[in-house]
């Protein structure tokens, strides 16, 4: 054999070697990008709202005697156009609706981009189907208006009622316009002002917070990021404007290296759904389940008096309570560090989620669960 066809062979199995440790070597978790696990400070959308009238409804509109406000926006609102009602005169309005206007201002927006707004009704409107909100201004926080909002109202549902009947798709009583708002002002930011900007990190952990700020410090160079806290890493910007653009760019698509959160399992005790996460495990210990029910029967009994005896009948009842109680064997349960053990662990318990909040609870309490309780 010579020496081509020895090293052929030993490439081969290189590649073999190569090919088979791919199927048993552990694989690194997938980093996740900075913009996905942190945000900056400051950088955040403000909540709008605005109180308002939505007119040209089919006869779905509000009733004014179990909602007078209504009549009394339109009346103010004719006041404003010159239109003075006589005193005592009494509005039947059934196409008009008092509605609140609600919208997200997103941040760095400017005079004249348009916003999506909900519509919601207020009174005992049936439906806003096929009505128009007229110009509503859109406050914030601080009192200013920050938006105009007005447009026909978008409702995703419909509904018939007839002779006590009734069919309903969706709500009927709130909607959408699409684009329907304005923006008047802009709210100011400190992005131009400081020579700084601070991620929050979505978790508090230092573990995390400390690779965000090595991961831009490798991308950036040394001095660039520093971690403040578990939640706070602080970041050096550039002077120029267009260069602090292109670096917040480049800061949002870096890859971070996601550490493994901490232990928790989420119960939400009205569902009964339980959740855990890949760090929830248990300690050896041992679990006793049994059901214990109590039912009680009541059934009526008539005594019936004899002829002649002028007596009365007499309606008593008979109770009858049975308490059975299922027994439960005592099941060891090993310790289990990955998830699926823990839930192979918990299924031979053989209980319903709802039996289950109570076995975790008591395992949490007796330290064999370890993993953050949280109820929902």
């Known amino acids: ?195 700084t900007v601070q991620y929050d990190v979505q978790a508090d952990d230092f573990n995390t917070a400390r690779e965000v700020a090595d991961a831009i410090n490798k991308a950036k160079g040394p001095g660039t990021a520093e971690a403040i806290n578990g939640r706070t890493v602080n970041v050096n910007l550039p002077a120029q404007p267009g260069a602090r653009v292109a670096f917040m760019a480049d800061l949002e698509n870096l890859n971070i290296d996601k550490a493994t959160p901490a232990a928790r399992v989420v119960i939400n005790s009205r569902t009964g759904s339980i959740v855990l996460n890949q760090a929830v495990t248990i300690g050896p210990c041992a679990v006793a389940h049994g059901n214990l029910s109590v039912t009680i029967s009541s059934t009526p009994v008539i005594s019936q008096p004899s002829p002649m005896s002028q007596g009365q009948t007499v309606a008593t009842e008979k109770t009858d309570i049975r308490i059975n109680q299922e027994p439960g064997a005592l099941i060891q349960m090993p310790a289990g560090t990955k998830l699926t053990d823990v839930v192979k662990a918990l299924n031979t318990l053989g209980a319903n989620p709802q039996d289950l909040l109570a076995i975790l609870q008591a395992m949490k309490a007796a330290g064999a669960l370890q993993a953050e309780l949280e109820v929902i």
């Open 1 to 195: 054999m010579d020496t081509s066809d020895r090293l052929l062979k030993l490439l081969i199995g290189l590649a073999f070697l190569a090919a088979s440790a791919a199927l048993w070597w552990p694989v690194d978790a997938k980093a996740v990008r900075l913009k996905e696990i942190a945000a900056v400070q400051g950088v955040r959308s403000n909540q709008l709202m605005g109180y308002g009238l939505v007119v040209g409804l089919d006869g779905t509109g509000d009733q004014t005697t179990q909602a007078p406000f209504t009549a009394q926006s339109l009346n103010a609102m004719l006041q404003q156009m010159g239109i003075t009602m006589p005193a005592g005169a009494t509005m039947q309005l059934k196409n008009v609706a008092a509605v609140m206007v609600t919208a997200s201002l997103p941040p760095f927006a400017q005079p004249g981009q348009a916003l999506d707004v909900t519509v919601s009704s207020m009174g005992n409107a049936k439906s806003l189907r096929g009505g128009t909100l007229i110009a509503t201004p859109l406050k914030g926080a601080d009192g200013q208006i920050y938006g105009m909002a007005q447009g026909n109202v978008v409702i995703v549902g419909a509904g018939a009622a007839a002779g006590g009947a009734k069919v309903q798709i969706n709500q009927l009583n709130a909607g959408r316009i699409p684009g329907g708002a304005t923006v008047e002002r802009s709210v100011p930011t400190p992005w131009l002002q400081s020579s």
